[in-house]
């Protein structure tokens, strides 16, 4: 198996496995309670804490609440500060967020508020004079992506929150699910009031997410119940989750691999764009505006579909466009914000490099890959329009 989808998830560390075998074995206590077996758990959870917040660059330890995973944190974020101004109705975001955030803001649209949905240029970079056009006092929130799931192109978060503090009070909540572990990330030096992240994308379990609440931002609790989490997140903690997710953050902190990674993905990126003339690259050829383990690529003229299954046969895996977008033929809303052209749009393929990949699995895919496009070529209906291509950049 050659796994080139690590956007969608990541394999659990084996480093993350060990650090919680003994939280599915041994300690199963409750942290709540007062004996010493729910003492150990709750150490166990602070721990963790403090390493997601150093991951992170989080001020304090206490501005990191776990939750089940990034789309619940962009549901809080989102909600729980709405419910913290109810006298404002404006929402900014982008026309390119994952659907955990575009699909609550399509909702709360239907419930009252007004949602400026901020553009991207055809690489995928956002509209930053629309973003400060868009500003108003009765902006509640933005919320931004700090990665794009699809594209890897990365939004200047820190100009955003400097635009976002000068021109509203409104809070700022930033989507860092696909950049954490990825990138290194200083929450400290940004002007980000809410973050959200998930484990299973750095290699930590499925299952656990965390929220980081700047201090002084305070929502009200997405679950009611008891006081868990400080009374801001009721529900009995999910220690082996959360022991995970703090080994992945230390994991990501100290073991870096983002240089390993980025060579694989120029390598494989760059071979594909030399040597296949109906790729086309969707998203700045600048690569330090894209996340270091992305390319999305269209073949154009072919569809995204059967270049999948064929890899999938060769036991590749990949993703047409994002994961959740797999039981779908609309082109993806990232692509279209792009102004990607359909038949490009349905022949993109997202390749995500991870930490456990080889430059022999790099040079296998590479191997593989050009004999599909062929194939897939020869049975196009779209004839014409590809010899011209082929001519052009054969
Ligand atoms: N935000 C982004 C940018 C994502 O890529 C994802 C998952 O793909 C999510 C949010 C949702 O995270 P989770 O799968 O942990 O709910």
Not at 25 to 30: A, E, I, V
Not at 176 to 190: R, T
Not at 321 to 335: D, F, N, Q, V, W
Request: aromatic residues 6%.
């Amino acid at each position: 198996m050659i796994y080139l989808d690590n956007n969608a998830t990541t394999r659990i560390a084996p480093e993350v496995a060990e650090a919680m075998l003994p939280y599915l074995t041994k300690f199963f206590g409750n942290p709540s309670s007062a004996h010493a077996l729910g003492r150990e758990m709750k150490q166990a959870v602070e721990n963790a804490r403090q390493e997601v917040a150093e991951l992170i660059g989080a001020a304090d330890a206490s501005e990191v609440v776990f939750t089940s995973c990034g789309s619940e944190s962009d549901n809080w974020a989102i909600n729980g500060a709405l419910a913290t101004q109810p006298e404002k109705k404006h929402i900014v975001t982008t026309q390119v967020e994952h659907e955990a955030v575009r699909n609550l803001c399509q909702q709360l649209e239907t419930q009252g508020y007004e949602v400026s949905w901020i553009g991207v240029n055809s690489e995928g970079e956002l509209d930053m004079e629309g973003l400060r056009q868009a500003l108003r006092d009765d902006t509640a929130i933005v919320s931004v992506m700090l990665a794009n799931n699809e594209t890897g192109v990365l939004f200047p978060i820190s100009e955003i929150g400097q635009l976002v503090r000068e021109r509203t009070n409104a809070l700022f909540h930033v989507d860092g699910v696909q950049a954490v572990g990825k990138l290194p990330i200083d929450l400290k030096s940004w002007q980000v009031d809410l973050f959200a992240l998930s484990g299973h994308k750095f290699h930590a379990p499925q299952g656990i997410g965390a929220l980081y609440m700047r201090r002084g931002v305070d929502l009200p609790s997405f679950i009611v119940g008891g006081k868990q989490e400080d009374g801001r997140r009721a529900g009995t903690s999910a220690v082996p989750g959360i022991v995970g997710l703090g080994a992945a953050s230390r994991l990501a902190r100290l073991e870096d691999d983002h240089d390993t990674v980025l060579d694989l993905r120029n390598l494989l990126e760059d071979s594909i764009l030399n040597e296949i003339p109906n790729a086309r690259l969707n998203g700045p050829a600048d690569r330090s505006k894209r996340l270091p383990n992305t390319s999305n690529i269209s073949f154009e003229y072919v569809e995204g579909q059967n270049i999948l299954t064929h890899l999938d046969e060769a036991g590749i895996y990949v993703s047409t466009g994002s994961a959740c977008h797999s039981s779908s033929h609309e082109s993806s809303p990232t692509l279209r914000a792009m102004n990607v052209p359909y038949t490009a749009a349905q022949g993109s393929v997202r390749f995500s490099v991870g930490r456990y990949n080889t430059e022999a699995e790099i040079r296998e895919t590479l191997t593989v890959l050009p004999g599909i496009i062929k194939k897939l070529v020869d049975m196009s209906p779209y004839e014409n329009e590809l010899k011209a291509l082929y001519a052009k950049r054969g």
